[in-house]
T-cell receptor
Framework: QQQVKQSPQSLIVQKGGISIINCAYE??????FPWYQQFPGKGPALLIA?????SEKKEGRFTISFNKSAKQFSLHIMDSQPGDSATYFC??????????????FGQGTILTVHP | NAGVMQNPRHLVRRRGQEARLRCSPM?????VYWYRQLPEEGLKFMVY????????ESGMPKERFSAEFPKEGPSILRIQQVVRGDSAAYFC??????????FGEGSRLTVL
């Protein structure tokens, strides 16, 4: 059973464009919705996260939009830059009152931003 | 303030040998998590530990894998009698109580 599904698997964007990555989940007990960024050979790093009591959160060029009824959340990267080229993972967690450290990662989206 | 430190970064073992992966959490963090990442896949939760206690090991294979986080020293993920399917990147992460997870750079295990 695939609990978390990301799309697209890969994405190519021109510099200055908008990158949009979507994440659909099944477990309605999730109450923490982060996006992680991973560069080759490195560990994932938290990019931005949202709790279910808000529908949108913006930090700089990065925005999370959350749709609780549809069980989906998305990452928007405005003014995409070549340095944003990386793999992005959604990783909802926090189900059942456990620590927010037990995350369920999506399969990842490889973003390439062309100069 | 050093981040999460993992060693070794790369480890090569032959089938049947043991692999030991170490993780020192960030200063002040008492929660440690281990995740496994197979090639071109997302990370999969393995185990969650606090000092001297295993809190959640629901993602650990039933055999050959064990983890500990002693009162003193790093957390250890131990894989006995490794098989080729154990080849993966193993990531450790730490956090304060229920805060942000900080990941190490991973230990990449290759089983020949």
């Amino acid at each position: 059973q695939q609990q978390v599904k990301q799309s697209p698997q890969s994405l190519i964007v021109q510099k200055g464009g908008i990158s949009i990555i979507n994440c659909a989940y099944e477990n309605t007990a999730f109450d923490y919705f982060p996006w992680y960024q991973q560069f080759p050979g490195k560990g994932p790093a938290l990019l931005i996260a949202i709790r279910p009591d808000v529908s949108e959160k913006k930090e700089g060029r990065f925005t999370i939009s959350f749709n609780k009824s549809a069980k989906q959340f998305s990452l928007h990267i405005m003014d995409s830059q070549p340095g944003d080229s990386a793999t992005y993972f959604c990783a909802p967690g926090g189900a059942g009152g456990t620590s927010y450290g037990k995350l369920t990662f999506g399969q990842g989206t490889i973003l390439t931003v062309h100069p | 303030n050093a981040g999460v430190m993992q060693n070794p970064r790369h480890l090569v073992r032959r089938r049947g040998q043991e692999a030991r992966l170490r993780c020192s959490p960030m200063k002040g963090h008492s929660h440690v998590y281990w995740y496994r990442q197979l090639p071109e896949e997302g990370l999969k939760f393995m185990v969650y530990l606090q000092k001297e206690n295993i809190i959640d090991e629901s993602g650990m294979p039933k055999e050959r894998f064990s983890a500990e986080f002693p009162k003193e020293g790093p957390s250890i993920l131990r894989i006995q009698q490794v098989v080729r399917g154990d080849s993966a990147a193993y990531f450790c992460a730490s956090s304060q109580t229920t805060g942000e997870l900080f990941f190490g750079e991973g230990s990449r295990l290759t089983v020949l």
